[in-house]
C-alpha cells in the first residue's frame, strides 16, 4: 500500500508544486495516473519511490517512508522512468548483475516478454535503439515481480505495434496483488490496462476513482477517459 499524507513539496523554495496532498494507493489494483506536461506526474511517482523527499508530509510504501529507499523496500519496488538508462552490457550480463536484487525475479517470464517484444535476449545493449532498451527494462521490470511497480510515461519512445505488445504484456503479468501505478499524458494508450484513474493538474489531485465506478456513472454511454479528461482539464481552464 501506498500512503502519502499532507505532503508538500516545491523545486524552489516558495514555490509548491503539492500542497497537503493525500493518495492512499492499495495493492492489487492498476492506477492510471493522468495529467497534462507539467501537472505534477514525474514529480508525485518519484516521491512514491523515494527519489524526492517531501518537505512536509509523508510517503509510505507498506509502512516504511519511501524516502529511505531501505533494502528491504527496494528489493519489492520497481520504478520505470520515462528515460531508461541501461548499462553498455549484453543482456545476460545485465541479468546476472541485476536479477539477484529481486528475490521474486522469473527468468522464463523475462525471456518471455523480451520474445513477445522482439528483442533478441542475446542483445547488447549499447546496440539497441531508445526503444527497444525501453523494451528492455519494462521486460525486466514486469519479470522482476515486486509488489509495486512504477511506471513514468512507459509507452512513450514505443511505436504502435509495441504499444499493443506492451498491453498485452502488462495484462499477462498481472498477478493478484501487485500495485501498479502508471502515469501518461497519452490517456489512450492505457486506457483498457487502468482500473482505477487519478488525475491531477498544477500539483492537485483532480479526481479519483475506480474505472468500475465511473463506468457506471457514465452508463448507458461508454466511458471514455480520453473526453472525461479533457472535460474535467477544461473545467479546470
Ligand atoms: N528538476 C526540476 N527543477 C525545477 N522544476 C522542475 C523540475 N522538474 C520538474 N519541474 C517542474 O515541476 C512541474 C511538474 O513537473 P513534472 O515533470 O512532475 O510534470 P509531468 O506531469 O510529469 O509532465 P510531463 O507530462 O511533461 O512529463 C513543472 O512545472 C516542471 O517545470
Known amino acids: ?34 495529467g497534462r506536461n507539467g501537472a505534477g506526474k514525474s514529480s508525485l511517482i518519484k516521491q512514491m519511490a523515494g527519489l524526492l523527499f517531501p518537505v512536509h508530509g509523508s510517503c509510505t510504501l507498506n509502512g516504511r517512508e519511501a524516502r529511505h529507499r531501505d533494502p528491504d523496500m527496494l528489493e519489492q519496488l520497481f520504478f520505470i522512468p520515462e528515460e531508461c538508462q541501461l548499462p553498455p552490457v549484453t543482456i545476460p550480463v545485465f541479468l546476472r548483475i541485476y536479477q539477484g536484487f529481486y528475490p521474486n525475479f522469473n527468468l522464463h517470464q523475462f525471456e518471455e516478454y523480451l520474445r513477445i517484444f522482439r528483442v533478441p535476449p542475446d542483445s547488447h545493449l ?31 519512445g514505443l511505436d504502435i505495434p509495441s504499444k ?43 479526481l479519483q476513482a475506480d474505472k ?22 477544461d473545467q479546470r481552464s
Not at 531508445?130 to 521490470?141: D, E, H, L, P
Not at 500495485?179 to 487519478?198: A, C, G, Y
Open 1 to 34: 500500500m501506498i500512503v502519502i499524507k499532507y505532503l508538500s513539496y516545491g523545486y524552489r523554495k516558495g514555490q509548491q508544486l503539492f500542497e497537503g496532498l493525500n493518495l492512499t494507493l492499495h495493492p492489487g489494483k492498476v492506477y492510471g495516473l493522468l
Open 126 to 156: 549499447r546496440r539497441l535503439s531508445f526503444g527497444q532498451k525501453k523494451k528492455v527494462y519494462i521486460a525486466f521490470a514486469l519479470a522482476a515481480n515486486t509488489a509495486v511497480l512504477i511506471m513514468d510515461e512507459p509507452t512513450n
Open 164 to 206: 499493443l505488445q506492451f498491453r498485452d504484456i502488462v495484462r499477462s503479468a498481472g498477478c493478484c496483488d501487485r500495485l501498479t501505478i502508471m502515469s501518461t499524458h497519452q490517456v489512450k494508450d492505457l486506457d483498457n490496462l487502468i482500473d482505477n484513474v487519478i488525475m491531477i493538474d498544477q500539483g492537485q489531485i483532480l
Open 212 to 233: 468500475a465506478a465511473l463506468t457506471e456513472y457514465f452508463s448507458p454511454e461508454p466511458l471514455d477517459l480520453e473526453i472525461l479528461f479533457n472535460r474535467v482539464i
